[in-house]
Protein backbone atom coordinates (compact mmCIF):
# COMPACT_ATOMS: atom_id res chain seq x y z
CA UNK A 1 0.00 0.00 0.00
CA UNK A 2 0.93 3.32 -1.11
CA UNK A 3 1.84 5.71 2.74
CA UNK A 4 0.69 8.27 0.58
CA UNK A 5 -2.76 6.86 0.50
CA UNK A 6 -2.81 6.27 4.74
CA UNK A 7 -1.81 9.97 5.00
CA UNK A 8 -4.72 11.19 2.42
CA UNK A 9 -7.14 8.71 4.38
CA UNK A 10 -6.21 10.05 7.53
CA UNK A 11 -6.57 13.61 6.92
CA UNK A 12 -10.12 12.93 5.74
CA UNK A 13 -10.50 11.72 8.94
CA UNK A 14 -9.31 13.90 11.12
CA UNK A 15 -11.69 16.83 9.15
CA UNK A 16 -14.12 14.62 11.32
CA UNK A 17 -14.49 16.38 14.81
CA UNK A 18 -15.52 13.14 16.61
CA UNK A 19 -12.38 11.53 16.33
CA UNK A 20 -9.99 11.05 20.01
CA UNK A 21 -7.22 12.64 20.36
CA UNK A 22 -5.13 9.86 20.27
CA UNK A 23 -6.17 9.62 16.26
CA UNK A 24 -5.08 12.92 15.96
CA UNK A 25 -1.80 11.73 17.03
CA UNK A 26 -1.32 8.91 14.90
CA UNK A 27 -2.62 10.93 12.44
CA UNK A 28 -0.07 13.65 12.54
CA UNK A 29 2.69 10.61 12.87
CA UNK A 30 1.74 9.14 10.38
CA UNK A 31 2.00 12.38 7.60
CA UNK A 32 5.33 13.08 9.40
CA UNK A 33 6.25 9.63 8.40
CA UNK A 34 4.89 10.17 4.49
CA UNK A 35 6.96 13.24 4.25
CA UNK A 36 10.06 11.51 5.22
CA UNK A 37 9.86 8.93 2.90
CA UNK A 38 8.67 11.01 -0.14
CA UNK A 39 12.59 13.58 1.15
CA UNK A 40 14.14 10.00 1.08
CA UNK A 41 12.51 9.11 -2.61
CA UNK A 42 14.10 12.75 -3.74
CA UNK A 43 16.67 12.59 -2.72
CA UNK A 44 17.26 9.27 -4.33
CA UNK A 45 15.80 10.41 -7.44
CA UNK A 46 16.89 14.25 -7.94
CA UNK A 47 13.80 15.87 -8.98
CA UNK A 48 11.63 13.02 -9.75
CA UNK A 49 8.46 13.62 -7.39
CA UNK A 50 6.94 10.73 -5.27
CA UNK A 51 4.13 9.29 -7.36
CA UNK A 52 1.88 6.62 -5.39
CA UNK A 53 1.12 4.01 -8.05
CA UNK A 54 -1.89 3.09 -5.19
CA UNK A 55 -4.82 5.39 -3.52
CA UNK A 56 -4.27 8.00 -6.30
CA UNK A 57 -7.54 9.26 -8.34
CA UNK A 58 -5.39 8.93 -11.31
CA UNK A 59 -4.27 5.64 -12.76
CA UNK A 60 -0.26 4.95 -14.24
CA UNK A 61 -2.03 4.02 -17.29
CA UNK A 62 -4.60 6.73 -17.63
CA UNK A 63 -2.67 8.15 -21.12
CA UNK A 64 -3.35 4.42 -22.92
CA UNK A 65 -6.43 4.35 -25.32
CA UNK A 66 -8.30 1.96 -26.46
CA UNK A 67 -6.40 -0.86 -28.74
CA UNK A 68 -8.51 -2.23 -31.66
CA UNK A 69 -9.83 -5.58 -31.95
CA UNK A 70 -7.56 -7.92 -33.88
CA UNK A 71 -8.42 -7.97 -36.91
CA UNK A 72 -9.10 -11.87 -37.34
CA UNK A 73 -10.32 -12.43 -33.54
CA UNK A 74 -11.96 -9.88 -33.20
CA UNK A 75 -14.83 -10.88 -35.82
CA UNK A 76 -15.80 -13.62 -33.32
CA UNK A 77 -15.89 -10.87 -30.83
CA UNK A 78 -18.55 -9.18 -32.83
CA UNK A 79 -20.58 -12.26 -33.90
CA UNK A 80 -20.55 -13.08 -30.35
CA UNK A 81 -22.45 -10.05 -29.35
CA UNK A 82 -24.92 -10.66 -32.27
CA UNK A 83 -28.55 -11.81 -31.23
CA UNK A 84 -29.61 -12.91 -34.67
CA UNK A 85 -30.86 -16.50 -35.00
CA UNK A 86 -29.27 -16.76 -37.97
CA UNK A 87 -25.75 -15.24 -37.66
CA UNK A 88 -22.66 -17.24 -38.63
CA UNK A 89 -19.55 -16.78 -38.05
CA UNK A 90 -17.10 -17.07 -41.40
CA UNK A 91 -13.81 -15.22 -39.34
CA UNK A 92 -11.62 -17.17 -38.30
CA UNK A 93 -10.60 -20.39 -39.52
CA UNK A 94 -11.62 -22.94 -37.28
CA UNK A 95 -13.22 -26.10 -38.16
CA UNK A 96 -17.31 -26.80 -37.67
CA UNK A 97 -19.22 -29.55 -38.48
CA UNK A 98 -22.25 -29.93 -40.73
CA UNK A 99 -24.37 -28.74 -37.51
CA UNK A 100 -22.49 -25.79 -36.66
CA UNK A 101 -20.79 -27.15 -34.17
CA UNK A 102 -16.91 -27.37 -32.88
CA UNK A 103 -15.12 -31.15 -33.40
CA UNK A 104 -13.33 -32.73 -31.10
CA UNK A 105 -11.55 -35.49 -33.07
CA UNK A 106 -12.44 -39.11 -31.74
CA UNK A 107 -8.74 -39.91 -32.37
CA UNK A 108 -7.91 -37.22 -29.73
CA UNK A 109 -10.80 -38.35 -27.12
CA UNK A 110 -9.16 -41.62 -27.69
CA UNK A 111 -5.81 -40.46 -26.43
CA UNK A 112 -7.02 -38.34 -23.95
CA UNK A 113 -8.92 -41.52 -22.07
CA UNK A 114 -5.40 -43.23 -22.39
CA UNK A 115 -3.54 -40.40 -20.92
CA UNK A 116 -6.06 -40.16 -18.39
CA UNK A 117 -5.82 -44.11 -17.62
CA UNK A 118 -2.31 -43.96 -17.14
CA UNK A 119 -1.62 -43.70 -13.53
CA UNK A 120 2.38 -43.59 -14.02
CA UNK A 121 2.03 -40.03 -15.63
CA UNK A 122 2.45 -36.79 -13.81
CA UNK A 123 2.21 -33.32 -14.20
CA UNK A 124 6.16 -32.33 -14.01
CA UNK A 125 7.25 -29.75 -15.90
CA UNK A 126 8.61 -30.86 -19.00
CA UNK A 127 11.95 -30.26 -20.63
CA UNK A 128 12.43 -26.31 -22.31
CA UNK A 129 12.40 -27.63 -25.84
CA UNK A 130 9.28 -30.11 -25.19
CA UNK A 131 8.76 -33.36 -24.83
CA UNK A 132 11.33 -35.47 -26.74
CA UNK A 133 9.02 -38.09 -28.33
CA UNK A 134 6.92 -35.41 -29.65
CA UNK A 135 9.78 -33.54 -30.97
CA UNK A 136 10.47 -36.33 -32.75
CA UNK A 137 7.65 -37.73 -34.36
CA UNK A 138 6.46 -33.87 -35.65
CA UNK A 139 9.75 -33.71 -36.84
CA UNK A 140 8.96 -37.08 -38.90
CA UNK A 141 5.11 -36.22 -39.97
CA UNK A 142 6.45 -32.67 -41.56
CA UNK A 143 9.48 -34.18 -43.26
CA UNK A 144 8.63 -37.75 -44.04
CA UNK A 145 9.44 -41.19 -43.17
CA UNK A 146 13.00 -41.94 -43.76
CA UNK A 147 13.95 -38.07 -44.25
CA UNK A 148 17.72 -38.64 -44.53
CA UNK A 149 17.65 -34.89 -42.53
CA UNK A 150 15.96 -36.90 -39.54
CA UNK A 151 18.32 -40.17 -40.09
CA UNK A 152 21.63 -37.51 -40.20
CA UNK A 153 20.37 -36.28 -36.85
CA UNK A 154 20.44 -32.80 -38.75
CA UNK A 155 17.13 -31.07 -37.28
CA UNK A 156 16.82 -29.40 -34.13
CA UNK A 157 12.78 -29.35 -33.06
CA UNK A 158 11.43 -28.13 -29.75
CA UNK A 159 7.97 -28.13 -29.03
CA UNK A 160 6.26 -24.42 -28.94
CA UNK A 161 3.06 -22.91 -28.47
CA UNK A 162 1.10 -23.93 -31.41
CA UNK A 163 2.47 -22.42 -34.88
CA UNK A 164 2.05 -18.94 -33.46
CA UNK A 165 4.83 -19.47 -30.74
CA UNK A 166 6.86 -21.50 -33.06
CA UNK A 167 7.10 -18.72 -35.48
CA UNK A 168 8.03 -16.27 -32.93
CA UNK A 169 10.50 -18.51 -30.96
CA UNK A 170 12.22 -19.11 -35.10
CA UNK A 171 11.99 -15.08 -35.03
CA UNK A 172 13.58 -14.70 -31.88
CA UNK A 173 16.43 -17.29 -32.47
CA UNK A 174 17.15 -15.64 -36.04
CA UNK A 175 17.48 -12.13 -34.67
CA UNK A 176 20.36 -13.66 -32.49
CA UNK A 177 21.98 -15.62 -34.06
CA UNK A 178 21.35 -14.93 -38.02
CA UNK A 179 23.53 -12.80 -40.00
CA UNK A 180 20.65 -11.16 -41.69
CA UNK A 181 17.73 -9.44 -40.53
CA UNK A 182 15.64 -8.99 -43.24
CA UNK A 183 12.57 -11.50 -43.59
CA UNK A 184 10.36 -11.47 -46.80
CA UNK A 185 6.54 -12.29 -46.46
CA UNK A 186 3.62 -12.47 -49.35
CA UNK A 187 1.40 -9.72 -50.09
CA UNK A 188 -1.40 -10.66 -48.81
CA UNK A 189 -0.53 -12.92 -45.63
CA UNK A 190 -1.81 -14.01 -42.93
CA UNK A 191 -2.10 -10.69 -40.67
CA UNK A 192 -0.30 -12.24 -37.36
CA UNK A 193 3.05 -12.64 -39.69
CA UNK A 194 4.12 -8.73 -39.32
CA UNK A 195 3.52 -8.45 -36.10
CA UNK A 196 5.19 -11.67 -35.15
CA UNK A 197 8.38 -10.59 -37.02
CA UNK A 198 8.98 -7.06 -35.77
CA UNK A 199 8.34 -8.25 -32.61
CA UNK A 200 10.78 -10.77 -32.76
CA UNK A 201 13.65 -8.70 -34.36
CA UNK A 202 13.36 -8.98 -38.08
CA UNK A 203 12.66 -6.19 -39.92
CA UNK A 204 9.62 -6.73 -42.80
CA UNK A 205 9.83 -6.44 -46.62
CA UNK A 206 7.07 -7.70 -49.02
CA UNK A 207 7.29 -10.11 -52.20
CA UNK A 208 3.95 -10.37 -54.60
CA UNK A 209 1.89 -13.56 -54.13
CA UNK A 210 -1.51 -12.91 -55.44
CA UNK A 211 -2.52 -11.80 -58.66
CA UNK A 212 -6.19 -9.92 -58.07
CA UNK A 213 -6.51 -10.05 -62.04
CA UNK A 214 -6.16 -13.98 -62.41
CA UNK A 215 -7.41 -14.54 -58.74
CA UNK A 216 -4.02 -16.87 -58.93
CA UNK A 217 -0.30 -16.63 -58.33
CA UNK A 218 1.88 -13.92 -59.24
CA UNK A 219 4.52 -16.14 -60.07
CA UNK A 220 6.71 -13.65 -61.98
CA UNK A 221 6.59 -11.02 -59.68
CA UNK A 222 7.15 -13.33 -57.02
CA UNK A 223 10.37 -14.01 -58.50
CA UNK A 224 11.56 -10.88 -59.23
CA UNK A 225 10.93 -10.10 -55.83
CA UNK A 226 12.99 -12.52 -54.28
CA UNK A 227 15.30 -12.06 -56.98
CA UNK A 228 16.08 -8.25 -55.40
CA UNK A 229 16.18 -9.40 -51.94
CA UNK A 230 19.75 -9.00 -50.29
CA UNK A 231 22.21 -11.99 -49.72
CA UNK A 232 21.07 -14.32 -47.03
CA UNK A 233 17.57 -12.81 -46.52
CA UNK A 234 14.96 -15.26 -45.27
CA UNK A 235 11.51 -15.93 -47.24
CA UNK A 236 8.21 -16.43 -45.44
CA UNK A 237 6.90 -19.32 -47.13
CA UNK A 238 2.99 -20.76 -46.51
CA UNK A 239 3.96 -24.54 -46.96
CA UNK A 240 0.65 -25.42 -48.23
CA UNK A 241 -2.92 -24.10 -47.82
CA UNK A 242 -1.69 -20.13 -48.24
CA UNK A 243 -3.75 -18.17 -46.00
CA UNK A 244 -5.64 -16.00 -47.16
CA UNK A 245 -5.40 -16.36 -51.09
CA UNK A 246 -6.01 -20.50 -51.16
CA UNK A 247 -3.42 -20.47 -53.67
CA UNK A 248 -0.29 -22.36 -54.00
CA UNK A 249 2.91 -22.68 -56.20
CA UNK A 250 2.55 -25.65 -58.24
CA UNK A 251 4.77 -28.25 -58.05
CA UNK A 252 7.40 -26.50 -60.79
CA UNK A 253 6.50 -23.43 -59.32
CA UNK A 254 7.79 -24.44 -55.92
CA UNK A 255 10.62 -26.18 -57.55
CA UNK A 256 11.58 -22.82 -59.72
CA UNK A 257 10.91 -20.99 -56.27
CA UNK A 258 13.18 -23.08 -54.52
CA UNK A 259 16.10 -23.04 -57.14
CA UNK A 260 16.18 -19.23 -57.03
CA UNK A 261 16.31 -19.54 -53.17
CA UNK A 262 19.13 -21.55 -52.92
CA UNK A 263 21.02 -20.10 -56.27
CA UNK A 264 20.77 -16.24 -53.88
CA UNK A 265 21.04 -18.01 -50.49
CA UNK A 266 18.00 -17.11 -49.00
CA UNK A 267 16.59 -18.61 -45.67
CA UNK A 268 13.15 -20.49 -46.57
CA UNK A 269 10.92 -20.36 -43.45
CA UNK A 270 7.89 -23.01 -43.85
CA UNK A 271 4.48 -22.14 -42.18
CA UNK A 272 2.66 -24.87 -42.04
CA UNK A 273 -0.39 -24.44 -39.48
CA UNK A 274 -2.75 -26.58 -42.60
CA UNK A 275 -0.85 -29.81 -43.37
CA UNK A 276 -3.60 -32.10 -44.35
CA UNK A 277 -6.10 -30.10 -44.75
CA UNK A 278 -5.22 -28.48 -48.24
CA UNK A 279 -5.47 -32.01 -49.57
CA UNK A 280 -6.66 -34.68 -47.23
CA UNK A 281 -3.28 -35.90 -47.23
CA UNK A 282 -0.44 -35.01 -45.09
CA UNK A 283 2.49 -36.16 -47.61
CA UNK A 284 0.73 -34.21 -50.66
CA UNK A 285 0.76 -31.11 -48.25
CA UNK A 286 3.93 -31.55 -46.66
CA UNK A 287 5.40 -31.68 -50.66
CA UNK A 288 7.21 -27.99 -50.55
CA UNK A 289 8.81 -28.59 -46.77
CA UNK A 290 10.65 -31.74 -48.31
CA UNK A 291 11.44 -30.42 -51.56
CA UNK A 292 13.50 -27.75 -50.14
CA UNK A 293 14.47 -30.50 -47.52
CA UNK A 294 15.35 -32.76 -50.31
CA UNK A 295 18.34 -30.69 -51.55
CA UNK A 296 20.26 -30.62 -48.31
CA UNK A 297 20.20 -27.27 -47.68
CA UNK A 298 18.87 -25.41 -44.29
CA UNK A 299 15.33 -24.10 -43.53
CA UNK A 300 13.03 -23.19 -40.82
CA UNK A 301 10.03 -24.84 -40.37
CA UNK A 302 6.71 -24.03 -37.82
CA UNK A 303 4.01 -26.30 -37.70
CA UNK A 304 0.95 -26.48 -35.87
CA UNK A 305 -1.86 -29.14 -34.72
CA UNK A 306 -4.44 -26.37 -33.95
CA UNK A 307 -6.17 -27.23 -37.17
CA UNK A 308 -5.35 -30.67 -38.39
CA UNK A 309 -5.92 -32.68 -34.99
CA UNK A 310 -8.47 -29.91 -33.79
CA UNK A 311 -6.37 -28.86 -30.82
CA UNK A 312 -6.94 -24.86 -31.30
CA UNK A 313 -6.49 -24.11 -27.61
CA UNK A 314 -4.31 -26.67 -26.61
CA UNK A 315 -1.68 -24.80 -28.18
CA UNK A 316 0.83 -27.39 -30.11
CA UNK A 317 3.38 -27.03 -32.14
CA UNK A 318 6.95 -27.10 -32.96
CA UNK A 319 9.81 -25.40 -34.72
CA UNK A 320 12.00 -27.17 -36.77
CA UNK A 321 15.33 -26.27 -37.70
CA UNK A 322 16.92 -28.04 -40.55
CA UNK A 323 20.76 -27.78 -40.64
CA UNK A 324 23.72 -28.46 -42.77
CA UNK A 325 25.25 -31.10 -39.75
CA UNK A 326 24.20 -33.02 -36.79
CA UNK A 327 26.69 -30.88 -34.66
CA UNK A 328 25.61 -27.88 -35.81
CA UNK A 329 21.66 -28.89 -34.74
CA UNK A 330 22.90 -29.61 -31.37
CA UNK A 331 24.02 -26.57 -30.99
CA UNK A 332 21.06 -24.48 -32.54
CA UNK A 333 19.16 -26.49 -30.02
CA UNK A 334 20.95 -25.59 -27.26
CA UNK A 335 20.59 -21.91 -28.05
CA UNK A 336 16.72 -22.70 -29.09
CA UNK A 337 16.79 -23.16 -25.32
CA UNK A 338 18.25 -20.05 -24.34
CA UNK A 339 15.27 -18.40 -26.29
CA UNK A 340 12.77 -20.12 -24.93
CA UNK A 341 13.52 -20.76 -20.83
CA UNK A 342 13.33 -16.28 -20.09
CA UNK A 343 10.02 -16.56 -22.51
CA UNK A 344 7.72 -19.03 -20.75
CA UNK A 345 10.24 -21.56 -19.53
CA UNK A 346 9.22 -24.50 -20.60
CA UNK A 347 5.68 -25.49 -23.04
CA UNK A 348 2.58 -27.26 -21.92
CA UNK A 349 2.16 -31.07 -21.35
CA UNK A 350 -0.66 -31.98 -22.08
CA UNK A 351 -1.77 -31.04 -25.85
CA UNK A 352 1.90 -32.65 -26.87
CA UNK A 353 1.14 -36.29 -24.81
CA UNK A 354 -2.37 -35.91 -27.25
CA UNK A 355 -0.43 -35.66 -30.32
CA UNK A 356 2.52 -38.02 -29.08
CA UNK A 357 0.11 -40.49 -28.35
CA UNK A 358 -1.43 -40.47 -31.80
CA UNK A 359 1.53 -40.14 -33.48
CA UNK A 360 2.73 -42.67 -31.95
CA UNK A 361 -0.26 -45.42 -32.33
CA UNK A 362 -0.83 -47.17 -35.40
CA UNK A 363 -3.94 -47.43 -35.08
CA UNK A 364 -4.79 -43.74 -33.91
CA UNK A 365 -2.78 -42.67 -36.47
CA UNK A 366 -4.72 -44.23 -38.98
CA UNK A 367 -7.77 -43.10 -37.93
CA UNK A 368 -6.61 -39.44 -37.49
CA UNK A 369 -5.55 -39.63 -41.67
CA UNK A 370 -9.23 -40.68 -42.21
CA UNK A 371 -10.46 -38.06 -39.48
CA UNK A 372 -8.55 -35.41 -41.28
CA UNK A 373 -9.67 -36.41 -44.75
CA UNK A 374 -13.37 -36.33 -44.13
CA UNK A 375 -12.71 -32.61 -42.55
CA UNK A 376 -10.76 -31.68 -45.89
CA UNK A 377 -13.35 -33.22 -48.13
CA UNK A 378 -16.03 -31.10 -46.16
CA UNK A 379 -14.69 -28.27 -46.94
CA UNK A 380 -14.22 -29.21 -50.89
CA UNK A 381 -17.89 -29.90 -50.51
CA UNK A 382 -18.53 -26.65 -49.46
CA UNK A 383 -16.55 -25.18 -52.35
CA UNK A 384 -18.52 -26.51 -54.67
CA UNK A 385 -22.31 -26.44 -53.05
CA UNK A 386 -21.31 -22.42 -52.84
CA UNK A 387 -20.13 -21.68 -56.45
CA UNK A 388 -23.04 -23.77 -57.71
CA UNK A 389 -25.42 -22.00 -55.66
CA UNK A 390 -23.79 -18.55 -57.15
CA UNK A 391 -24.17 -19.71 -60.77
CA UNK A 392 -27.83 -20.62 -59.67
CA UNK A 393 -28.56 -17.09 -58.16
CA UNK A 394 -26.54 -15.91 -61.07
CA UNK A 395 -24.40 -13.63 -59.46
CA UNK A 396 -22.64 -11.56 -61.77
CA UNK A 397 -18.91 -12.28 -61.70
CA UNK A 398 -16.70 -15.30 -62.57
CA UNK A 399 -16.73 -17.16 -59.42
CA UNK A 400 -14.61 -20.06 -60.11
CA UNK A 401 -11.64 -19.24 -57.90
CA UNK A 402 -13.81 -20.85 -55.06
CA UNK A 403 -13.31 -24.26 -56.60
CA UNK A 404 -9.77 -23.66 -57.81
CA UNK A 405 -8.96 -22.51 -53.86
CA UNK A 406 -7.39 -24.55 -51.63
CA UNK A 407 -7.13 -24.92 -47.76
CA UNK A 408 -9.59 -23.54 -45.27
CA UNK A 409 -10.23 -20.07 -46.78
CA UNK A 410 -11.40 -18.43 -50.07
CA UNK A 411 -9.88 -14.96 -51.13
CA UNK A 412 -13.83 -14.04 -53.11
CA UNK A 413 -12.81 -10.43 -54.05
CA UNK A 414 -15.70 -8.84 -52.32
CA UNK A 415 -14.22 -5.53 -50.86
CA UNK A 416 -14.53 -4.43 -47.40
CA UNK A 417 -18.35 -1.84 -48.15
CA UNK A 418 -19.27 -5.59 -49.44
CA UNK A 419 -18.47 -7.20 -46.19
CA UNK A 420 -20.04 -4.53 -44.00
CA UNK A 421 -23.39 -4.79 -45.74
CA UNK A 422 -22.75 -8.75 -45.43
CA UNK A 423 -22.75 -8.37 -41.56
CA UNK A 424 -25.16 -5.39 -41.19
CA UNK A 425 -28.40 -6.89 -43.68
CA UNK A 426 -27.18 -10.78 -43.38
CA UNK A 427 -25.42 -10.96 -40.08
CA UNK A 428 -22.46 -12.96 -41.60
CA UNK A 429 -19.16 -12.14 -40.05
CA UNK A 430 -15.83 -12.19 -42.08
CA UNK A 431 -12.75 -10.43 -42.42
CA UNK A 432 -13.12 -7.38 -44.15
CA UNK A 433 -10.40 -8.21 -46.82
CA UNK A 434 -13.13 -10.58 -48.20
CA UNK A 435 -11.45 -14.10 -46.95
CA UNK A 436 -14.23 -16.39 -46.06
CA UNK A 437 -13.50 -19.47 -43.69
CA UNK A 438 -15.17 -22.40 -45.79
CA UNK A 439 -15.01 -24.76 -42.66
CA UNK A 440 -17.38 -22.58 -41.11
CA UNK A 441 -19.69 -23.31 -43.49
CA UNK A 442 -22.26 -26.52 -43.75
CA UNK A 443 -25.15 -27.52 -46.25
CA UNK A 444 -27.44 -25.55 -44.27
CA UNK A 445 -25.84 -22.10 -44.66
CA UNK A 446 -24.42 -21.79 -47.71
CA UNK A 447 -28.01 -20.72 -49.42
CA UNK A 448 -27.81 -18.13 -46.45
CA UNK A 449 -24.41 -17.55 -47.77
CA UNK A 450 -25.24 -16.93 -51.38
CA UNK A 451 -28.03 -15.03 -51.03
CA UNK A 452 -25.93 -12.37 -48.86
CA UNK A 453 -22.81 -11.98 -51.60
CA UNK A 454 -25.71 -11.93 -54.14
CA UNK A 455 -27.36 -8.97 -52.96
CA UNK A 456 -23.62 -7.39 -52.12
CA UNK A 457 -22.74 -7.61 -55.54
CA UNK A 458 -25.45 -6.26 -56.86
CA UNK A 459 -25.82 -3.38 -54.73
CA UNK A 460 -22.13 -2.87 -53.96
CA UNK A 461 -20.76 -4.26 -57.43
N1 LIG B 1 0.11 -19.52 -39.61
C1 LIG B 1 -0.92 -19.35 -40.43
C2 LIG B 1 -0.68 -19.20 -41.89
C3 LIG B 1 -2.23 -19.32 -39.92
O1 LIG B 1 -3.25 -19.14 -40.76
C4 LIG B 1 -2.44 -19.46 -38.54
C5 LIG B 1 -3.81 -19.42 -37.97
C6 LIG B 1 -1.32 -19.67 -37.73
C7 LIG B 1 -1.38 -19.83 -36.26
C8 LIG B 1 -0.04 -19.69 -38.30
P1 LIG B 1 -1.97 -21.32 -34.29
O2 LIG B 1 -1.08 -20.40 -33.53
O3 LIG B 1 -3.34 -21.33 -33.73
O4 LIG B 1 -1.38 -22.66 -34.45
O5 LIG B 1 -2.18 -20.77 -35.76
N2 LIG B 1 -4.70 -18.48 -38.58
C9 LIG B 1 -6.11 -18.46 -38.25
O6 LIG B 1 -6.65 -19.71 -38.57
C10 LIG B 1 -6.41 -18.16 -36.80
O7 LIG B 1 -6.19 -19.25 -36.02
C11 LIG B 1 -6.84 -17.47 -39.12
O8 LIG B 1 -8.07 -17.44 -39.01
O9 LIG B 1 -6.22 -16.79 -39.94
C12 LIG B 1 -5.71 -16.94 -36.24
O10 LIG B 1 -5.10 -17.09 -35.20
O11 LIG B 1 -5.79 -15.88 -36.86
Redesign the pocket.
Known amino acids: MGKNSSACSFEEKESDKSLSVAGRRIGSLVRQLAATSMEGQADRDGDLRFQPTAGSAVSAFQHLEQAPE?P??GVTVAYNKDPSPVKLNL????YRTEEGKPLVLDVVRQAEELLIQDRSRYKEYIPIAGLVEFNKLSAKLILGDGSPAIGEKRVATAQC???????RVGAEFLSKHYSQHIIYIPVP?????PKIFNLGGLTVKTYRYYDPRTSGLDYEGMLEDLRAAPPGAIVLL?AC????TGVDPTQDQWEGIRQLIRLKGLLPFF????QGFASGSLDADAYSVRLFVGDGGECLI?Q????NMGL?GE???ALSIVCRSATVATRVESQLKLVIRPMYSSPPIHGASIVATILSDRNLYYNWTVELKNMADRIISMRHQLYDALKARGTPGDWSHIIKQIG??TFTGLNKDQVSFMTAEYHIYL?SDG?I?MAGLSSKTVPHLADAIHAAVLRLG
Open positions: DILGVGALSGTGSLTWGNHHAHNPDSAYASFAKYRVGMFTRS
